[in-house]
């Protein structure tokens, strides 16, 4: 499982990583702007991450809108978001609107930061997930 870890806090972001690292590959961007740029070169590559951990309060461009971008990218590629890769939000921010704009934008999940490994592994399960 190649996974992009996209998180501007170094705490969360090695967090992530140690929870994920057993899975497969896992690569960082610091923002919005490196995590699509990752993206773009992955699928240009035809090596695409299967998994997206996506916070959204980022400098340079923000988790809703790289998301977005994200999906589009696929969309060029006639990749649809069920069968593109799995976009797991993981924030600090559970208000109605941040979770209503995420799963407008079409990602697979939501987690609420701190991450807890038990239920990562249980969205990861609930998307199908071979980990």
């Known amino acids: 499982m190649k996974t992009?870890?996209?998180?501007?806090?170094?705490?969360?972001?090695?967090?992530?990583?140690?929870l994920l690292k057993g899975f497969g590959p896992t690569h960082v961007a610091a923002n919005g702007l490196e995590a699509v740029k990752a993206f773009q070169m992955a699928l240009a590559d035809k090596a695409p991450y299967d998994l997206v951990c996506l916070d959204i309060m980022m400098p340079e461009m923000n988790g809703q809108e790289a998301l977005k971008k994200i999906r589009a990218l696929e969309e060029e590629q006639n990749i649809f978001s069920s069968q593109g890769t799995k976009i797991i939000m993981t924030t600090s921010l559970n208000d109605p609107q941040n979770v209503i704009e995420a799963f407008s934008g079409l990602c697979d999940a939501y987690l609420v930061k701190p991450v807890d490994k038990a239920k990562l592994l249980e969205r990861l399960d609930d998307l199908g997930m071979q980990y």
């Open 4 to 18: 992009l870890i996209v998180e501007d806090d170094f705490t969360s972001r090695l967090l992530l990583q140690e």
